[in-house]
């Protein structure tokens, strides 16, 4: 089993950057995929970015490209999303997700994730 914890969320003006940070336990992540998603208060949880196993490979929804980065250390355990030029519409509650087939190429469908950690909140101010 994998626990997931994600921390770093926060209260930032518009234009501001940060940085979250999701622990995993309970097995090394070496040949797994790992994904950000975000869910806004009234909206559907949306896909926001995944790395590959070995990082190699990375896929990220239009609204974020060109503004937010993933990143993965395997030998911490630990995958991140740096986040910069954030906008008001980025607020909303961000989890990440360990993505069930090993040694596979990132996937966007939440369907393709087995463990959920329980997010961290994101505001962003006008």
């Known amino acids: 089993q994998v626990q997931l914890e994600e921390s770093g969320g926060g209260l930032v003006q518009a234009g501001g950057s940060l940085r979250l940070s999701c622990a995993a336990a309970?097995?090394?992540?070496?040949?797994?995929?790992m994904g950000w998603f975000h869910q806004a208060p009234g909206k559907e949880r949306e896909f926001v970015a995944a790395?590959?196993?070995?990082?190699?490979?990375?896929d990220y929804a239009d609204s974020v490209k060109g503004r937010f980065t993933i990143s993965k250390d395997n030998a911490k355990n630990t995958v991140y999303l740096q986040m910069n030029n954030l906008k008001p519409e980025d607020t909303a509650v961000y989890c990440c997700?360990?993505?069930?087939?090993?040694?596979?190429?990132?996937?966007?469908?939440?369907?393709?994730?087995?463990?959920w950690g329980q997010g961290t909140q994101v505001t962003v101010s006008s």
């Open positions: 790395i590959s196993w070995s990082g190699r490979i990375t």
């Open positions: 309970g097995r090394t992540f070496n040949f797994d995929s």
């Open positions: 997700a360990h993505q069930r087939d090993v040694l596979t190429s990132p996937r966007r469908s939440e369907y393709e994730y087995d463990y």
